[in-house]
């Protein structure tokens, strides 16, 4: 990586505004790395929404205002001169733990990012699949539970309905209110995910009792997706993952419980690259899709 530069999405602005401060994120980047941006022969982008890959359209994103059948590939492309392409930001980052991170020599593989809500990408033979129309890969939504949790996407039973950062924070507090004791019930109100799992490393009862309830719920949608593809490895994404073993025990022990070969057999692991999984991701993605050498990378 020669350089990297960050700057507030400020989503609430629409997209023309969104663009132009990926223009000038490209710029800058390239400049820092002391290129002119026409130097860069590709570009990669990130998205948080449903997209058409072929296109290069957004077709809408639930975070941010505006964005409906928007030509992003085509608006940056037209801005800087840089053939550019887009990809969802979950298969990014996939794709970046397996080209360069904890995927690396296997050849079917399926990653898990643990968020505000829980995303994925699915690697298989090689290749990432995108599905039929590139919504594919959508983990967070494999029901777990018949008729459970309301989940955001209207859905009931999601797995992001009980392992995501917002629904591990709120089974806690129904823990509390249901007169579970915690060392973190004083400033209930103020509660996090972080804190709530720094504190079962801690040996808090009640956060550890969610935390693990947390790698069960993720270790019946690992144990589904293992039975339909076979991966060689499973990699565990997020904030979550700096607890260490206490999650992915948690999974690894479902998994070994629901699945007589496929599950025993797959491995479970942290991702490597962090925040850099998506840049590396877009960028080998886009070298990939326009075959060049000399790759610039942006991730929204």
Known sequence: MLSRVEAPTHAHEGPEAVIDRLVAGMIKAASTAGLDVREIRAAGVGYPGPLNQATGTVYSAPNMSGWKNVPLADALTDRTGVPTVIEN???????????????????????????T??????????????????????????????????????????????????????RFTEYLDRGWRSGLAQSRERVTCQAIFAAALDGDAVALKVVQETGHYLGIMASA?????????????GGMVQSGDILLDAIRATCLD???????????????????????????????????????????
């Open 89 to 115: 930001d979950a298969n990014c980052a996939g794709w970046g733990e397996y080209v360069a991170g904890a995927g690396v020599g296997a050849r079917h593989m399926m990653m898990v990012t643990l968020g």
């Open 117 to 170: 809500g829980v995303g994925g990408a699915i690697i298989v033979d090689g290749r990432l699949h995108v599905g039929r129309d590139g919504s594919a890969g959508e983990l967070g939504h494999v029901c777990i539970i018949d008729g459970g949790r309301q989940c955001g996407c209207g859905a009931r039973g999601c797995v992001e309905a009980y392992a995501s950062a917002t629904a591990v924070v709120k």
């Open 225 to 237: 997706v293992a039975e339909l593809l076979n991966p060689e490895i499973c990699v565990i994404a």
């Open 258 to 300: 629901r699945n007589d070969h496929p599950g025993r057999t797959m491995a479970i692991v942290p991702a490597k690259l962090g925040g850099n999984a998506g840049l590396i991701g877009a960028a080998s993605h886009a070298k990939c899709r326009i075959g060049t050498t000399q790759i610039g990378a942006i991730h929204s």
